[in-house]
Every structure is written in C-alpha cells, then in structure tokens.
C-alpha cells in the first residue's frame, strides 16, 4: 500500500540552526513533492514544490531535496527562529483525486 | 483577498443531528477538496470536485455527502452524525486539476466540529 511517513516525533532544534525534516514515501512514482506548514488553529499553508527532475529548489531560508531512488524529501530551514516553529507537512498526489499527505512533523525552535 | 473562507468556525451536533459546513473560495479555481484532520492521523480526502457539477470520493467519504453547483461554492453535508466524525474539517482549492495537476492546494481555516 502507498505511504508517506514523517517523523512523528517533535523534533526540537537551538534557534540559529539548520532544521532537517524528513519525508520518506513508499509505493509512489510522483512527478512532484509539496512542503506546507501548519500553524496550530489554522490551515496548512503551501511553502515549495518539487518536481521529480528537480535535485534541489530553495526559497529564502528554504531547501528541499527530493531522491527518487531513495523515495525520499528533506526539508530544510536555516539559520531557524522560533517564529519557524511549527508543524510540517509534506504531500504527493498518488492519482486523480488529490493530495494525500504525511501526519507532520511538529517543530520547535528554541530561543 | 479572502481566499479560501469556511463557516462555521465551530460547531457541537448531537448524535443523530445534520448539517452542512460551507466552505466558499474567491480564486475562480476549478478543483476544491474537502479533508479531515484527526490526531495521529494527519490529513485524509474526504470529497473532491474537479469543476461545477463534477464530485468524486476521497479515501473517507462515508457519512458525507457533496455537490458543487457553482465554481466557487463546495458544501460538505453531514447526514446523520456520529461521534467518530468529530474531527478538524478543511476545505482547499487549487487551479488546474486531474492527476498531473502540480498546483499548490489553498487551505480555509478549518471547521472545528465535536458531536456528542
């Protein structure tokens, strides 16, 4: 069966360091990868995408990496903060009917 | 530049009751989504629609009823509720649909729903 699996554990990181999440899928080709964070009480909110052909894309403090032979995505934040805490959530699209997601990692930059 | 708006916010049904959450989005996008967000569960597709008229199942559709008579409008209707619906309901929307579709999805806030 497809499965997308997120440290479900906090993970917990000294503000001005790098924070790497992981994303590991299994049973999925996707030709891309999504990256959003949720705040408690809100919506998730669309942060990068990845496209299969795509080793690396950056947006500001941002990296994602995507290893298809690894079925793998990592994640990124550098030089954290604590606004960046946060829970992060990576999605595939395994067919027609949309995105299916991992439960999230929970983020917590300390000051 | 409202986006993606859900009502209501939060909601407490008896077992047995109905209603429906509203979830209406300003983009003009042809795909939008129903999910449900339980813990230890993450997110899970309850309904979709492609375009106005057009509603598919997700991966958890029983219980739940959709239809999509306008582009902006996408109502998630509980028939008879049941406890183990008592869950974090988000509607998304994203332009382009279909299964290589790489759109990013637009997420309302979330309806907070407990049923007793």
């Known amino acids: 069966s497809q499965k997308i699996e997120q440290n479900s554990e906090a993970l917990n990181i000294q503000e001005g360091k790098t924070a790497t999440l992981t994303c590991n899928y299994t049973?999925?080709?996707?030709?891309?990868l999504q990256w959003y964070r949720q705040d408690p009480g809100r919506g998730p909110v669309f942060l990068l995408l990845i496209r299969e052909n795509e080793k690396e894309k950056r947006k500001e403090r941002l990296k994602v990496t995507f290893d298809t032979t690894l079925k793998q995505s990592l994640f990124h934040i550098t030089a954290s903060q604590p606004a960046d805490s946060a829970t992060y959530l990576c999605?595939?699209?395994?067919?027609?009917?949309?995105?299916?997601f991992g439960k999230g990692t929970h983020l917590i930059i300390q000051p | 530049n409202a986006g993606v708006t859900q009502t209501p916010k939060f909601q407490v049904l008896k077992t047995g009751q109905s209603m429906t959450l509203q979830c209406a989005q300003d983009?003009?996008?042809?795909?939008m989504s129903w999910y449900r967000q339980d813990p230890g569960m993450g997110l899970r597709l309850i309904h979709y629609?492609?375009?106005?008229?057009?509603?598919d199942q997700g991966e958890v559709p029983n219980g739940y009823n959709v239809s999509r008579s306008t582009t902006e409008d996408f109502p998630l209707r509980l028939l008879s509720a049941a406890p183990s619906q008592t869950s974090v309901y988000f509607c998304?929307?994203?332009?382009?649909?279909?299964?290589?579709?790489?759109?990013?999805?637009?997420f309302g806030d979330g309806t907070r729903l407990s049923i007793l």
């Open positions: 629609s492609v375009g106005a008229g057009i509603t």
């Open positions: 983009m003009n996008h042809e795909y």
């Open positions: 999605a595939l699209r395994g067919g027609a009917d949309g995105l299916t």
């Open positions: 049973n999925y080709s996707p030709a891309y």
């Open positions: 998304a929307s994203s332009q382009g649909q279909g299964e290589n579709s790489n759109q990013p999805q637009h």
